[in-house]
């Protein structure tokens, strides 16, 4: 096991790691900018050291800072938690190439993965259902055409130079296709200066579902079942489940069993997340893979008992999976995660400054992550994410009811927060149903907007 | 902590400073003290800043309080002017992180000295990143005061290096 690690991230998912390292004996080092000198992460490790003034780029995103803080401390790995320099595989290379142990998956895994097309090549070729598409820019409608009957509709023309929406177009009928296609078109050269499209099958009202991997350096990989993230605002994920409702127990277990396939054949290491999004007919398309933990990983861990961060140092430090794993992994109730954010319910507007009270909310099977206390301040320069609560119950239904009762006596004060969002999205009858997609936040968003105009 | 204690940790800190030891480490199961002196600040202002803390610390020493004064007390120093004599000169800090070196290289003579005059952007020191000196430059003219690293020191980000009076 490692003697020493640094951890090259902030917030509470620096103190997640710190944690995990504190309790299997391990030594700290925490990095921190001007504006986290304060941090409960600071605070809590056996070191600290500053490598910045406020700005990401210029501290926790700068590599050589990060990296002579690493040599000056001595240590022998580096933990990047999630966000930041995780999935950043030159970080990663300079960390070998310092000799210091990078506690991820190789750097050339992190790069497959982090290019989307190589990515999907790799899981089609290990079998792992991808989203239909075109192979590459398509050079005329008629062509776009004959992608299109073998993709099936609807079907998704985007451009290869672009973003935020443009040059995009859904085609659900093959009579639309030769319009649609030239407006992509256009609207892709004149915003882009490229006009080159391509295809993806449409998903109407997709949910969104993960799978969570460990791989050890030996060869072993688990599956540790999935997550259902499909309440999301402007693809920033706000509640997380794990089992998903809508999978079954033979679809976990094939699942489960292809991609602990796939991870072996591509060689992948530590932890990780496949992304899906599953149509109507409850089909699954891969959509991306993040090799680094994720942000709700606390939802897994309540339903397997295992120690993700834990399982991620003891896989860097050498250890087999089945010396860190249990013989037979299996799932015991339902979890539910919100994040709060800094930011106020109703209009998102971000809110930075002092906390003046935290009354953080206890009690059996509920868990709060977070770097923040009274008297804190949030700095403006980071995310707004300020805790995790999770709960854990029997099954769904007392999950939620652990949930409704814990955001109740989640008291912060002095600045906003979207606790009281999360309160009202429980007490709404479709997510209680788990009749979601993730169009749901932004119909239930609609509905509430509506509501207001109405007169009381 | 016990009256004991305190008076204790206050003659072992006098003793730690009349010996210039930067830093000290005391880890005994059901106690555990770190101390990080920052050598620019007067004895007074390094034991009230202390004093403070040990104030707020937790009374029961079997609760293994861990007194961690290396955050608060080398970075309070870079916020907060300490005594008198350091009021008025400009502090050159550190831009990176890494290991600092007062020469050119081992057995060379340094950069500067206390007293001697400096130029803007003369090199006063050199800071090892990476295996890669970087030249550490002065940023105002004057009068170099003091060192306050020492030779093969960790340096963190902002931390200060030179006090210099400028004229």
């Known amino acids: 096991m490692f003697r020493k690690v640094l951890v090259a991230n902030r917030g509470e998912i620096a103190l997640r790691v710190l944690n995990a390292c504190r309790e299997l004996g391990i030594r700290t080092v925490a990095v921190y900018s001007e504006a986290d000198r304060n941090s409960l992460h600071v605070r809590f490790a056996d070191e600290a050291i500053c490598i910045g003034p406020p700005r990401a780029s210029d501290s926790y995103l700068n590599v050589p800072a990060v990296i002579s803080a690493a040599e000056i401390a001595d240590v022998e790995a580096i933990h990047p938690g999630y966000g930041l320099l995780s999935e950043n595989a030159n970080f990663a290379e300079v960390c070998r190439a310092s000799n210091i142990k990078f506690i991820g998956p190789p750097p050339e895994v992190t790069r497959l993965m982090g290019e989307k097309e190589k990515a999907r090549q790799a899981m089609k070729k290990a079998k792992v259902p991808i989203l239909p598409g075109s192979d590459g820019i398509l050079t005329s409608a008629e062509e776009a055409r004959e992608w299109a009957e073998k993709v099936g509709y609807p079907v998704i023309l985007k451009a290869k130079a672009g973003g935020g929406g443009r040059g995009m177009r859904i085609v659900r009928d093959a009579e639309d296709l030769p319009n649609l296609f030239h407006a992509a078109f256009t609207e892709a050269a004149n915003a882009f200066g490229n006009g080159e499209l391509y295809m993806e099958k449409f998903i109407e009202q997709p949910r969104h579902i993960e799978f969570q991997v460990l791989a050890d350096e030996h060869g072993s990989v688990a599956s540790l079942f999935e997550r259902e993230c499909s309440i999301q605002r402007r693809h920033q994920k706000l509640i997380e489940e794990a089992p998903s409702l809508q999978i079954t127990p033979k679809m976990r277990e094939e699942v489960g069993r292809t991609l602990c396939k796939c991870m072996s054949e591509i060689g992948y290491q530590n932890a990780g997340t496949v992304e899906f999004l599953m149509d109507a007919s409850h089909q699954l398309f891969f959509i991306e893979m993040n090799t680094r933990i994720q942000v709700e990983h606390p939802v897994t861990e309540a339903i397997t008992g295992v120690d993700l961060v834990k399982a991620q140092l003891r896989i860097a430090s050498g250890e087999r999976l089945d010396a860190i794993l249990p013989a037979k992994l299996e799932m015991r109730g339902h979890a539910i995660e919100c994040r709060i954010n800094a930011e106020h319910p109703v209009r998102f507007t971000p809110s930075a400054g002092k906390i003046t009270a935290f009354n953080v909310p206890g009690g059996n099977g509920i868990r709060v992550d977070t770097a923040l206390y009274a008297e804190g301040v949030i700095p403006p320069y980071y995310d707004s994410l300020i805790a995790k609560l999770i709960a854990h119950g029997v099954d769904r239904a007392e999950a939620m009811a652990k949930m409704e009762r814990a955001l109740n006596q989640f008291i912060v004060q002095g600045i906003d927060t979207s606790i009281s969002l999360h309160e009202e999205i429980f007490q709404d009858a479709g997510f209680r149903a788990g009749d979601f997609d993730t169009g749901y936040m932004e119909r239930f968003l609609a509905a509430r907007a509506e509501a207001e105009k109405q007169p009381a | ?167």
């Open chain 2, 1 to 167: 902590m016990k009256q004991q204690d305190i008076e204790d940790l206050r003659q072992l800190i006098e003793f730690l400073k009349s010996h210039g030891v930067a830093e000290f480490d005391v880890d005994r199961g059901d106690l555990k003290i770190r101390l990080k002196f920052n050598p620019q600040e007067g004895a007074a202002a390094g034991l009230s800043d202390l004093a403070r803390l040990l104030q707020t610390a937790p009374q029961s020493v079997a609760q293994a309080a861990a007194v961690t004064l290396a955050g608060s007390v080398s970075s309070g120093a870079a916020a907060e002017p300490a005594a008198n004599a350091e009021a008025g000169l400009h502090m050159v800090k550190s831009p990176i992180v890494g290991t600092f070196y007062g020469s050119p290289s081992p057995g060379a003579a340094a950069f500067v000295a206390p007293g001697d005059h400096v130029e803007k952007g003369q090199v006063i020191g050199i800071i090892e990143a990476m295996k890669l000196m970087n030249e550490i430059e002065s940023d105002v003219a004057g009068e170099v005061v003091k060192c306050l690293v020492s030779n093969g020191q960790a340096i963190e980000f902002g931390q200060p290096l030179f006090s210099i009076r400028t004229a």
